[in-house]
Antibody, heavy 121, light 110 residues
Framework: EVQLVQSGAEVKKPGESLKISCKGS????????IGWVRQMPGKGLEWMGTIYPGDSDTRYSPSFQGHVTISVDRSINTAFLQWSSLQASDTAIYYC??????????????WGPGTPVTVSS | QSALTQPRSVSGSPGQSVTISCTGTSGDVGVYKYVSWYQQHPGKVPKLIIY???QRPSGVPDRFSGSKSGNTASLTISGLQPEDEADYYC??????????FGGGTKLTVL
């Protein structure tokens, strides 16, 4: 079964760092792009960026460039999303998702369950 | 990079049809065939219901259909059913391996 398993909920304070994960299984992990999507409380979906595990080619939305880092560890079939200094406005659910075809970055047919992140003092 | 424009809400009675629009620009919706639509029920993970403007993944009822004209893509749901009540998001490829989502539309089945 093709699936993405994400790390658990996090509660952090402003200024703290955080790294959440997304582990793929049931398919050739290195051959499909992985996207990250943010959903703030009561709000819509926002594309944050995407990474190709095969060569770590990474693209960011201008809205998130410089504020988050997307990375991958091919040896453990896992993609990561990290912050060096969290803000209260980072409170959201973060989804990782995989496109339906290897050569595409769009059309996410596989989604992780989401990682809720709460940032509060 | 602004979000694609969707109506905040639409509604319809069971059995009726509704259409949700998604307006972008000549740099995204207008130029690429890669428009997808997602359905999200409260507290649930988004689900792909349309890809490549008009294509339905296996298992998605044919009541869901997609189209595009110029810079505007549309999702039509015919024969509305109570379980169709959800939030719907469009998403377009915008070049250089970037994507953009719409703001989302809440569908209410009256």
């Amino acid at each position: 079964e093709v699936q993405l398993v994400q790390s658990g909920a996090e509660v952090k304070k402003p200024g703290e760092s955080l790294k959440i994960s997304c582990k793929g299984s049931g398919y050739t992990f290195k051959s499909y792009w992985i996207g990250w999507v943010r959903q703030m409380p009561g709000k819509g979906l926002e594309w944050m960026g995407t990474i190709y595990p095969g060569d770590s080619d990474t693209r960011y939305s201008p809205s998130f460039q410089g504020h988050v880092t997307i990375s991958v560890d091919r040896s453990i079939n896992t993609a990561f999303l990290q912050w060096s200094s969290l803000q209260a406005s980072d409170t959201a659910i973060y989804y990782c998702a995989r496109p339906r075809l290897q050569e595409l970055v769009v059309g996410f047919d596989i989604w992780g369950p989401g990682t809720p992140v709460t940032v509060s003092s | 990079q602004s979000a694609l424009t969707q109506p905040r809400s639409v509604s319809g009675s069971p059995g009726q049809s509704v259409t949700i629009s998604c307006t972008g620009t000549s740099g995204d919706v207008g130029v690429y065939k890669y428009v997808s639509w997602y359905q999200q029920h409260p507290g649930k993970v988004p689900k792909l219901i349309i890809y490549d403007v008009t294509q339905r993944p296996s298992g998605v009822p044919d009541r869901f259909s997609g189209s595009k004209s110029g810079n505007t893509a549309s999702l039509t749901i015919s024969g509305l059913q109570p379980e169709d009540e959800a939030d719907y998001y469009c998403c377009s490829y915008a070049g250089s391996y970037s994507l953009i989502f719409g703001g989302g539309t809440k569908l209410t089945v009256l």
